[in-house]
């Protein structure tokens, strides 16, 4: 416990004792913010609140990255957020009443919604949970397939901004049929019916966008309220790491 307050001034140890309830932390960039997080995720865990209730989110893979590695140092027994299991300095399983079920839930946005959906995106027709996730070459290529199936000049609409304004859509989360029906002004009409075409192939290739990680894992909590509860049930602690 001792190694958990260790280079924290008297705010952060206040912060981090701080477990029920709201706490918001204002502080300039470096002052700090993700130590007390991270702190607080590994106070939380010696204090006996279950791992898998503590939902900590992030905006960068790195900033995700370094809290994982931070937590694991500050565990008491090198907790290892892989296995989520405690291991002793031999870097053996340790005793079965010092395990843990699972794993805080660490990560980007994009990410704790990509695991989310691996788990539900069944309900969700045509998915399979063995779907693929599109980097942008791979969207900018069925963006402009999608558009020489439509007879869409490339040259005369730019298919970079047309993934632009597909994307701004999603983060919306305006689907492509609502965009379709909605659709009056010249360029809303160009993109509409490659919004659509590109979502289709999307679907027919078992394959989501980055964008689509946050849109459907909105849409499983709006339709399944059932699902919505069973992760307001599971997740009793949320952290949020310069929250924008």
Partial sequence: MENIFKDLNNK???AVRATEGPVLILAGAGSGKTRALTHRIAYM???????????????TNKAAGEIK??????????????TGKIENSLNQPATSNQQLTTSPWLGTFHSICLRILRHE??????YSSNFVVYDEDDQLGLIKKVMADLDINTKKFNPKN??????????ELVGYEKFADSATEYYEKIVA??????QEALEQNNALDFDDLI???V???QKYPKTLEKYQNLFRYILIDEYQ
Avoid at 69 to 82: A, F, I, Y
Avoid at 121 to 126: E, R
Avoid at 162 to 171: D, E, F, W
């Fill in 12 to 14: 952060q140890i206040e």
């Fill in 45 to 59: 865990i010696a204090n006996g609140i279950p791992p898998q209730n503590i939902l900590s989110v992030t905006f």
């Fill in 69 to 82: 590695d931070r937590v694991q140092k500050l565990v008491t027994g090198n907790w290892s957020p892989v």
């Fill in 121 to 126: 995106v069944l309900a969700i027709v045509p």
């Fill in 162 to 171: 047309i993934l632009g304004r597909i994307s701004a859509l999603k983060n």
């Fill in 193 to 198: 019916p490659i919004y659509t075409g590109y």
């Fill in 215 to 217: 849109m459907l894992c």
């Fill in 219 to 221: 849409r499983i909590f």
